[in-house]
Structure formats: C-alpha cells, structure tokens
C-alpha cells in the first residue's frame, strides 16, 4: 500500500471546479461499473493515490491523459480502470476483438500489469492476453484477434502487426503506452512509431506515462496524443 503525503499538482486541482468527481477519493465514489468496484474491493483498494485521484475523472470523461509520476504511485489502476470502464460502457464483448492495447517496456512490467488487470477486471467479461516473447508465437496468433485487451512489449507486438494475417486493431478504443521514458531508452523508438502507423488514427483514447518528460516523451506525446491532460504528481519533500 501507498503511504499518503502525496500531492496532486496544480493541473488537476486547478481543473477540480469543471471535473465533478475531482475530489474524490475512493474508488467506490467514482461513477464507475460495480463489476470494477467489486474487484477492486475484493484487492482491498479503497482510497485512490494521488495520480489515480487526477487522472481517472479526466480519463472517465474521454480525455487523453499524459501523466508523470514516479515509480509506485499506482499508475497502473490509472489506466486500467478507465480503460475497463470504456470497454464495459461500449458493451464490449468477447466477439468484438482488439478493444485496448497496453505497451510496456519489459516482460517483468508487462507481467505485473496483467495481474492487475486480472484482479480489477475480475468479474468483467472481457478477455485478455499478454503478448511479450517467450511464448510461442504461433498460438499466440490463433487467439490474438479473440482476445479484448492485449498487454504486450513493443518488439513482440509490432512482430504480430508485421507476421500475423488479420491482426485486426482497426476498432482500438483505448492506447496505453506506460513507461514511455523507459520505452524509449531501450531503443524501442522506431518500433512505437511503427505501431502507431499500424492502429486507427482517430477514435480512440490515448494514456501515456512516463516518470521523466524528456524531449522524446514529448515528442511520442504529440505523435500519439490529442489535446492531453497533463498531470503530474510529485511526492512532498
Ligand atoms: P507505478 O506503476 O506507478 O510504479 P503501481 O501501479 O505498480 O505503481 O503500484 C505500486 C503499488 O501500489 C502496487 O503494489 C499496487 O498494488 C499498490 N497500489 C496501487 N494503487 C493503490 C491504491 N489505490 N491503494 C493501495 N495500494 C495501491
Ligand atoms: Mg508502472
């Protein structure tokens, strides 16, 4: 668990008189499905950490949100709870294919992202899979246009766009990309870039979080996303 003493920035709390749930701060306040909340409860998370108080209410309402904060501030359920709640309010269902992709650096990343999801998303109906190397890639592309919510690394997935016939993204509705710092220092730039050229321009949400804006984040940001939120949320000295 979090400890508290954390500080939503300026951004959010400047914007608290247009966002109605801005102050809010637990989860079960949010107007989010009982499906989500159920299994949030069931984890035991109750109160909101800092970026999840500023991001989920501008992420509920449709926004682009680009975020910054650092390591264990609980980006994860971030976006992942919008990104459930977008599916649920679409109705999205296990004949509907691709709905959100996630793109985190590592495998180890990737891993610990798709137990959160499999916790928050518990009693959804909705399928999920993780695409990030050492699988086989063959079975991998049998299920992949059944599955909802793809959490991958950025090598494997743009090895689906490039080898697998009918990997279908063209109804992507939400586009995480996590760790965008960290995507880019691995070398993983052009690979992104190619994805990006992969999925549907418009139609879908966009969340990308990074711990550091450097100019490659923000460049990555522009290509990526539509008039973004920015929140950033600094620990108290
Ligand atoms: P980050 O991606 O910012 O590094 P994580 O999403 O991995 O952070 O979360 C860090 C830790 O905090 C995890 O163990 C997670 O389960 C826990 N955590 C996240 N959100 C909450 C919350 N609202 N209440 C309690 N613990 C939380
Ligand atoms: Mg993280």
């Not at 296990?94 to 650096?105: F, K």
């Not at 990308?208 to 984040?217: C, D, G, I, N, P």
């Not at 539509?226 to 600094?234: A, I, N, R, T």
Request: net charge positive; with cysteine; glycine share 8%.
């Amino acid at each position: 668990p979090l400890k508290d003493g954390q500080k939503a920035s300026q951004a959010s709390e400047g914007a608290s008189e247009l966002q109605p749930y801005a102050g809010v701060r637990a989860f079960d306040e949010l107007p989010i499905s009982e499906r989500t909340k159920k299994g949030l409860k069931e984890a035991k998370y109750v109160s909101m950490t800092a970026i999840q108080r500023a991001a989920i209410p501008h992420a509920l309402a449709g926004r682009d949100v680009l975020g910054a904060a650092k390591t264990g501030s609980g980006k994860t359920l971030a976006f992942l709870v919008p990104t459930l709640e977008k599916l649920y309010r679409l109705r999205w269902g296990p004949m509907d294919g691709v709905g959100a992709l996630v793109i985190s650096p590592t495998r180890e990343l990737a891993l610990q992202i798709f137990s959160t999801l499999k916790t928050a998303g518990k009693h959804h109906n909705l399928s999920a899979g993780l695409l990030i190397g050492g699988h086989s890639v063959e079975q991998e592309k049998e299920r992949i246009n059944s599955l909802n919510i793809l959490v991958c690394t950025p090598g494997r997935l743009l090895q689906h766009m490039d080898e697998t016939p009918n990997f279908d993204c063209s109804q992507l509705q939400v586009l995480v990309l996590d760790e965008a710092d960290r995507i880019l220092d691995m070398g993983f730039s052009a690979c992104v870039n190619a994805i990006l050229r992969f999925l549907p321009k418009t139609g879908r949400q966009t969340f990308l979080y990074s711990a550091t804006q450097t100019k490659s984040v923000r460049d990555l940001a522009r290509l990526s996303l539509k008039h973004p939120e920015y929140l950033s949320v600094h620990a108290e000295a």
